[in-house]
């Protein structure tokens, strides 16, 4: 075979194993993190007196709620890993440019250029407010105070 030249040929085999490295501990980490959770969770000590009820539900359902972020976090990190096996890591998934090294070093799971995460901030912004103003018939200003 000769040279055949990588999709994502802007990064070079080093940074990519360096960024495969952070994805990988960054998994292992939430995995970790997430077992350990759970193992609280699943304690019996842990049952609070009946005053406690209602602040202890709270942070139950904060708990699961970070639960689900890190296992979100977790398929997004495997997303990732799957891209770069497929030579797409590196790649803005909107426009197809080429996501610097710096912008990946910083967040390795990134897919899209910062112009492309922009727009895309923007409109689920503006998407957000559109569905709020119509299912309220009001604005979405005054469904803030509500
Ligand atoms: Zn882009």
């Given at each position: 075979?000769?040279?055949?030249?990588?999709?994502?040929?802007?990064?070079?085999?080093?940074?990519l194993k360096?960024l495969r490295?952070?994805?990988?501990?960054?998994?292992e980490?939430?995995?970790n993190?997430?077992?350990d959770?759970?193992?609280?969770?699943?304690?019996p000590?842990?049952q609070?007196?009946?005053?406690d009820?209602?602040?202890?539900?709270r942070?139950?359902?904060?708990?699961?709620?970070?639960?689900?972020?890190q296992?979100?976090?977790?398929k997004k990190?495997?997303?990732?890993?799957?891209?770069?096996?497929?030579?797409?890591?590196?790649?803005?998934?909107?426009?197809?440019?080429?996501i610097p090294?710096?912008?990946?070093l910083?967040?390795?799971v990134a897919?899209?250029?910062?112009?492309?995460?922009?727009?895309s901030?923007?409109?689920e912004?503006?998407?957000?407010?559109?569905?709020?103003?119509?299912?309220?018939?009001?604005?979405?200003?005054?469904?803030?105070?509500?």
């Amino acid at each position: 075979m000769g040279t055949v030249q990588r999709r994502n040929a802007h990064l070079n085999d080093k940074q990519l194993k360096n960024l495969r490295d952070i994805l990988l501990s960054q998994k292992e980490d939430i995995l970790n993190k997430i077992s350990d959770q759970t193992q609280y969770a699943l304690d019996p000590n842990e049952q609070k007196e009946q005053v406690d009820a209602a602040n202890n539900n709270r942070e139950k359902e904060q708990e699961a709620r970070l639960l689900s972020r890190q296992g979100f976090l977790v398929k997004k990190i495997s997303k990732t890993l799957l891209d770069m096996d497929n030579e797409e890591y590196g790649l803005c998934k909107e426009c197809d440019c080429e996501i610097p090294y710096e912008r990946l070093l910083a967040r390795p799971v990134a897919d899209m250029c910062i112009t492309c995460k922009e727009d895309s901030e923007l409109s689920e912004r503006s998407k957000l407010y559109k569905k709020v103003s119509k299912s309220l018939g009001k604005t979405a200003q005054e469904y803030g105070r509500a």
